[in-house]
């Protein structure tokens, strides 16, 4: 195993890639009473296209697929693992990304039932036609419950907007009709490709053992003869710099209109430090200009355009980024017309020193925090894994922005003609 120690956090990460490409990080916590295990896989809803690394042929599965697995891998022909979790007084839980699949656990007892339980369960699927077919009747009735949910329309509308041809557009949990295209067949063909251990990776953090709990991965994985597979080539279609319509609204049961509007990233492709660097910039250049203490907040508030509920975030992946500012508003059009009037001075002038300075130390202040949870630990670790990003890289990347880059990157990222508005309206 690595061993990795950050001297201003005093965590230490243990780290090794076994021979069947999975890698394996344990967050020492001494003193922690509970500890979390975490199994994720490189997986997500945008990955329908891909080339079979078996057979070398394009493949295409109906969208929402790889939400329809995350539901099914609790399901065992001896009854559900959520139950048992529960018997060993653990939560457990999964979710779906458009970019990967996680499954966790958390506990203050029984660790290495839990774990042990953990790893076999999501490396040994069971489907039958049935259980197909009544997962299809329970995840239909999810997608159409959100249909008329207003935040969750809110989001996919400004995607939809905001993106041409890219999946991202498509909702995670697919469409009434593509799951019904799904088969027990298509769902082990997906689990062999894309939880290989080549393709996943396994986070714990708490006072656990770090060797014992190598040596638990290590047994746990032996079990299975893993072939060699070689990496996944993911089939994406050709996105252009545009985006797709410049406004989208709807009507549903709202007490006022929702607001979102967003800005389309064409600086995508980006991995590593270079992703981690426009990450951190973008959230501090969204702080900067418009969070609780800027000038822009104040007049926005006083003026009865936003409350408390208004915010904003990035969502950089890579091959998609994007920004976007959202809340309840008595005025979406008079909102958007403010606040893109005052992120094109901000373009123009240039971030105050002082309000960057502000938001950088804000930045540095939330990701130390985080450290010291172990459920976002989990997740940045997760996250920043599958994007080349390590945990320990975080905080140096924060503490190195500077003023002269985060202007170039508010002149490039926030463009006017790459922004669309989603607004839900009262029926």
């Given at each position: 195993?690595?061993?990795?120690?950050?001297?201003?956090?005093?965590?230490?990460?243990?780290?090794?890639?076994?021979?069947?490409?999975?890698?394996?990080?344990?967050?020492?916590?001494?003193?922690?009473?509970?500890?979390?295990?975490?199994?994720?896989?490189?997986?997500?809803?945008?990955?329908?296209?891909?080339?079979?690394?078996?057979?070398?042929?394009?493949?295409?599965?109906?969208?929402?697929?790889?939400?329809?697995?995350?539901?099914?891998?609790?399901?065992?022909?001896?009854?559900?693992?959520?139950?048992?979790?529960?018997?060993l007084g653990a939560e457990s839980n999964?979710?779906?990304?458009?970019?990967?699949?996680?499954?966790?656990?958390?506990?203050?007892?029984?660790?290495?039932?839990c774990f042990d339980l953990l790893l076999d369960y999501v490396q040994n699927p069971w489907f039958t036609d049935e259980s197909v077919a009544k997962e299809q009747g329970i995840i239909e009735q999810e997608i159409r419950m959100y249909l008329d949910d207003p935040g969750w329309r809110s989001n996919?509308?400004?995607?939809?907007?905001?993106?041409?041809?890219?999946?991202?557009?498509?909702?995670i949990a697919g469409t009434v009709e593509s799951i019904h295209k799904i088969t027990k067949e298509t769902l082990y063909l997906c689990h062999s490709t894309f939880y290989h251990p080549s393709n996943m990776v396994v986070f714990v953090a708490g006072d656990v053992d770090p060797e014992k709990v190598m040596a638990m991965v290590k047994a746990s994985f032996a079990k299975?003869?893993?072939?060699?597979?070689?990496?996944?080539?993911?089939?994406?279609?050709?996105?252009?710099?545009?985006?797709?319509?410049?406004?989208?609204t709807q009507k549903l049961v709202v007490n006022q209109p929702l607001f979102r509007l967003g800005?389309?990233?064409?600086?995508?492709?980006?991995?590593?430090k270079e992703l981690l660097e426009q990450d951190l910039l973008t959230a501090v250049i969204l702080d900067a200009i418009c969070g609780r203490a800027t000038d822009l907040y104040t007049q926005l508030y006083e003026a009865g355009l936003i409350d408390h509920r208004f915010g904003f975030e990035f969502s950089p992946e890579e091959s998609y980024a994007y920004s976007h500012f959202a809340g309840p508003t008595r005025d979406p059009k008079e909102l958007e017309a403010r606040l893109l009037a005052g992120i094109e001075e901000a373009r123009k002038k240039g971030l105050d020193p002082?309000?960057?300075d502000r938001a950088k130390k804000k930045t540095v202040g939330r990701?130390?925090?985080?450290?010291n949870?172990?459920?976002?630990?989990?997740?940045?670790?997760?996250?920043?894994?599958?994007?080349?990003?390590?945990?320990?890289?975080?905080?140096p990347a924060a503490q190195g922005l500077t003023l002269e880059a985060a202007n170039e990157r508010l002149r490039a990222h926030f463009d006017p003609a790459r922004t669309a508005v989603s607004i839900i309206y009262p029926k």
């Open positions: 195993m690595e061993k990795h120690y950050d001297p201003l956090l005093k965590d230490t990460l243990f780290t090794e890639k076994l021979e069947n490409g999975l890698t394996v990080a344990i967050l020492h916590k001494p003193g922690y009473k509970s500890a979390t295990g975490r199994i994720a896989t490189h997986y997500g809803s945008i990955d329908a296209d891909f080339v079979d690394p078996k057979t070398g042929q394009e493949t295409h599965v109906p969208d929402g697929i790889a939400h329809f697995l995350e539901h099914k891998l609790f399901e065992k022909e001896w009854g559900n693992v959520s139950d048992r979790f529960s018997e999964a979710y779906t990304t458009y970019t990967h699949t996680e499954y966790h656990f958390n506990t203050t007892q029984n660790f290495d039932e996919a509308n400004l995607l939809e907007a905001l993106y041409v041809n890219h999946p991202v557009k498509i909702d299975k003869q893993y072939a060699k597979q070689a990496e996944i080539k993911r089939i994406l279609p050709d996105e252009p710099a545009t985006v797709a319509e410049r406004t989208r800005f389309k990233d064409d600086k995508v492709g980006l991995t590593g002082a309000a960057f990701l130390v925090g985080i450290m949870d172990l459920d976002s630990a989990a997740y940045m670790y997760i996250d920043g894994f599958f994007k080349g990003v390590g945990l320990f890289d975080l905080i």
